[in-house]
């Protein structure tokens, strides 16, 4: 708990003077206090250059941060997230402290030179290092430096956004990828230490200012629930043309890497000059579209060209966040339907504002799959709650979307790209890349369902599996009952309890025979009995058991490849 409040007030420091080297990159880069508030007009500090000045800038902020990168940190390179949930899933959560200095100069020079990022990939990653550098000082477990990564980026979004739930609900969904009544307390202890810290500076306000919006005409619903379907395909679309341009940087440059982000910042001053509302994060242009200040027309140039710099600034080797922009974009796909359907049912649609809004938490969802805190973040960004039924409608759709249009979300693609599976072994492990077939067990001998409990618990005390398969009677396969299960049943009152093994029977994580032990090992931990039926992959029966004892084997087994396949004996 104490360390948890440390590092919520480091996260909270720490997103005080990010924010303010932000603040003043910008000044000195564009002469204000922040550009996108007026696109177009030249820098006071150049006043001869005019608005040609956006052509300079990226240049030379990349000539700062480029070498900075390449030479003290270069996992400070890109929008921070991804690494973050890396070092947590297989590195024991172990961050170099040097990515929480490199990472706020780097980022707050790519955006202050007109970088088109957001600034919560930088924080989380900012936070999580001060957390992972606090819990090896300290010698904690692995288990608990990884909950220390956690409230560090907890606290990061909760100062950065004023957002505490939001904070706790990103670390546990994104960062930990799990829920637990540990994890909770301790990522709230760290984001209310954290808020409070971020309150003293910047004041008790919500992130963005916008008009109320409310629900006037139920056929709205069903507008919403289109929305919702498009912004994740759009959120998919965003994932991939940030990914499509990072690989044709890769294709073009051939110098040194310190250089890329000078020599890119050439066409990204382009992109600065003939559309200047994507300088920098872009939130007064945002909170224009909620307004409904922009034309249909100008509203989709601008969702394709934030896609554009957004991918070039991460492409050339800039540092920051893709969470702002899929906001960005959400807000300018949300307002351009809501003018549409303005446009075709005057009397239905409402407020262009609203599907702004709604669109701002769907495309972060399809491209994140973070449904829970895309609702909750869009909650406290805007401090809007009387569209929260349209809001958690289109963001539900919006993930199911996504998880039909791909395997990946923007975070995990960029681990995925450079071999790495979250859910796969380490590189390096000594288990994990082997097939399950060729590490399971045999099948112990399943139940009738028709067995009665006490009859089903006198086989279950004499198993060393705590749980069997259970076949009704024309033997298909029911699932599996677990002494847990039994015990828990036989200790109710005796009215409630079930009279047959069947009715405890449940169907248990699939895992088949071809599958890598690694993804079966998480199926395996989520069960509450010792072992999990190994279904044949084109029948579904079971064929075979998986246990943690089966799992060891795989280090003593010659006759088993690394890869899974089974060596001649």
């Known amino acids: 708990m104490v360390l948890a409040v440390l590092v919520g007030a480091g996260a909270g420091v720490g997103s005080i003077v990010f924010r303010w080297c932000i603040q003043t990159f910008t000044r000195i880069f564009s002469g204000r206090a922040d ?7 030249g820098n006071p500090h150049v006043p001869w250059l005019g608005p040609f000045f956006v052509l300079v800038v990226p ?3 990349g000539l700062l941060y480029g070498p900075l990168v390449n030479r003290f940190a270069k996992e400070a390179r890109g929008h921070g997230v991804p690494e973050v949930m890396l070092a947590v899933a297989q ?3 172990r961050i170099s402290p040097k990515v929480a200095v490199v990472k706020t100069l780097a980022s707050a020079l790519t955006i202050g030179s007109g970088g088109s990022v957001g600034r919560e990939g930088p924080i989380v990653q900012i936070g999580s290092a001060l957390g992972s550098t606090l819990g090896r000082l300290s010698r904690l477990t692995e288990d608990r430096m990884k909950l220390l990564v956690a409230c560090g980026a907890a ?3 909760a100062a950065t956004f004023n957002a505490p739930l939001a904070g706790v609900i990103f670390a546990m969904e994104l960062i930990l990828a799990a829920f ?12 209310v230490t954290a808020s409070v810290i971020g309150r003293a500076a910047f004041g008790d306000v919500a992130f963005l200012s916008l008009p109320d919006f409310h629900v006037q005409h139920l056929a709205q619903y069903g507008l919403f629930a289109v929305l919702g379907v498009v912004a994740g395909a759009v959120g998919v679309g965003f994932s991939r043309v940030l990914y499509a341009i990072e690989d044709a940087c890769d294709w073009a440059w051939r110098g040194p890497e310190w250089l890329r982000p000078a020599v890119g910042g050439l066409a990204l001053g382009l992109v600065l000059l003939a559309l200047p509302e994507m300088y920098g994060v872009g939130y007064p242009v945002l909170e224009g579209a909620t307004e409904g200040k922009y034309a249909i027309g100008f509203l989709l140039i601008l969702l394709v060209g934030k896609m554009i710099a957004t991918s070039l600034t991460i492409g050339i080797g800039g540092s920051g966040g893709v969470f702002a922009p899929s906001l960005f974009i959400g807000a300018m796909l949300g307002a351009a339907f809501g003018a549409g359907a303005h446009d075709l049912l005057p009397g239905t649609a ?12 769907a495309v972060f969802a399809g491209a994140s799959r973070a449904p829970i805190t895309a609702v909750v973040i869009l909650f406290e960004l805007t401090g809007e709650y009387s569209i929260i039924l349209p809001l958690m409608l289109a963001i539900v759709l919006a993930t199911v979307t996504s998880h039909t249009l791909t395997r990946d979300t923007i975070y995990t693609l960029k681990l995925r790209r450079r071999g790495i599976d979250l859910e796969g072994p380490a590189p390096g492990a000594a288990i994990g890349a082997e097939q399950v077939a060729s590490v399971m067990e045999p099948l112990p001998a399943s139940v009738s369902g028709t067995l009665t409990l006490a009859e089903a618990a006198d086989l279950l005390s004499r198993s060393e599996h705590g749980a069997l398969p259970v076949h009704d009677p024309s033997r298909a396969y029911l699932g599996i009952v677990t002494a847990r299960a039994v015990t828990e049943a036989l200790a109710d009152q005796p009215d409630s309890v079930p009279s047959v093994a069947g009715d405890l029977a449940e169907m248990p994580p699939r895992v088949t025979t071809d599958e890598q032990l690694a993804h079966a090992l998480h199926s395996l931990l989520s069960v509450s009995g010792t072992g999990l039926p190994v279904v ?5 029966q079971p064929v075979g058991w998986l246990s943690h004892q089966g799992a060891l084997r795989a280090l003593h087994a010659p006759t088993e490849s690394r890869t899974g396949e089974l060596l001649p004996s």
């Open 536 to 540: 044949h992959t084109e029948t579904g």
């Open 35 to 41: 550009y996108a508030a007026a696109p177009g007009s």
């Open 91 to 93: 590195r024991g959560g």
């Open 350 to 361: 409402g407020s262009v504002g609203a599907y702004a809004l709604v669109g701002m938490g």
């Open 59 to 61: 240049v030379v902020g």
């Open 155 to 157: 606290g990061g979004i």
């Open 180 to 191: 637990s009544i540990e994890a909770f307390g301790a990522t709230v202890l760290a984001s």
